[in-house]
């Protein structure tokens, strides 16, 4: 897809010349997200439809009121069966854990989806309600204000609580490019729980707390001052958080209005030897 008025090279090139990113997923979100945005109200366009070029005019909209993320998920909880449970994690307020901590009680399997960036923060609560004890989950290095130049590790910190009431079914956890900052955080301490896996594509690798630098004429830029590393010293700023098994959308489900990752979750949940084995216990 491209348009027929650019100034120059092609549009992937001008394109992500001009665009910030830790890595390509990243950089192909954002470019997603300002594609229609221009000072003109319509841009036109030469699209590739079933293999037949095409040429249509669009609308363009504000910059920043275009979203990448799953539509339709417009609550914390909901049943996708009788037995599998699903988080919106980017809508969850700490105020809602004591409801959700019964809700999941009633699920043999758990999809919790990171795909849309936290409103709010909410902790390591929820993370406690996943683990049967604490474990290491993530470290970080920063910089030695007494000798220039030097990173130093911080010891590895812990997620999760002693709690003999923790959710037992397995627990997918769900990423993409939108993953970013504390919503990899997050994830890194689901990852912890016994049953989890992750299911999606490369996540933004922009984790970690915000310094801004203030420049001439007005510009800021904003860098993390710290590492983030998994436990056994992996990187993940740039690389993104730890897939267990990648799926992406394709073109023919988009077309269809599928939502391709959460369909290989429940497949998945559906497929699992503890989930089966709960379920025929349960029966």
């Known amino acids: 897809m491209g348009s027929t008025d650019w100034a120059g090279g092609t549009p992937s090139e001008n394109t992500a010349a001009d665009t910030s990113a830790s890595n390509e997923d990243g950089m192909y979100r954002n470019i997603a997200r300002h594609l229609l945005s221009t000072n003109a109200p319509i841009l036109k366009l030469k699209i590739d439809r079933n293999g037949q070029a095409k040429f249509i005019e669009s609308p363009t909209y504000p910059n920043g009121t275009i979203v990448t993320q799953p ?5 914390v909880f909901r049943q996708l069966s009788n037995t599998i449970g699903y988080v919106n994690h980017g809508l969850l307020k700490k105020s809602d854990l004591p409801l959700l901590r019964e809700q999941i009680n009633g699920c043999k ?5 990171m795909r849309t960036p936290p409103k709010a923060t909410i902790g390591l609560g929820f ?52 993953t970013q900052s504390s919503a990899e955080f997050y994830t890194m301490a689901y990852q912890q729980a016994p049953y989890a896996w992750t299911i999606g594509s490369q996540t933004a ?9 203030q420049l001439p004429f007005d510009y800021k830029v904003l860098i993390s001052s710290l590492g983030i590393y998994y436990p056994d ?25 599928r939502d391709e990752q959460l369909e290989k979750a429940v497949e998945y949940i559906n497929k699992s030897e503890f989930f089966k084995a709960n379920t025929i216990v349960q029966e």
């Open 71 to 75: 539509s339709g998920n417009d609550s």
């Open 205 to 213: 690798g922009a984790d970690g707390n915000i310094a801004m630098i």
């Open 127 to 178: 993370a406690h309600y996943l683990l049967d004890t604490g474990k290491p989950f993530i470290k970080f290095t920063h910089s030695s204000l007494s000798e220039a130049g030097t990173f130093r590790y911080t010891p590895n910190s812990l997620v999760g609580l002693e709690n003999s009431e923790y959710f037992r079914g397995p627990v997918v956890i769900l990423v993409n490019e939108s």
């Open 109 to 113: 399997g758990l999809i919790i989806d």
């Open 233 to 257: 010293g992996s990187e993940t700023q740039q690389v993104g958080i730890r897939i267990d098994q990648e799926v992406r959308p394709t073109l023919k489900g988009i077309r269809e209005g």
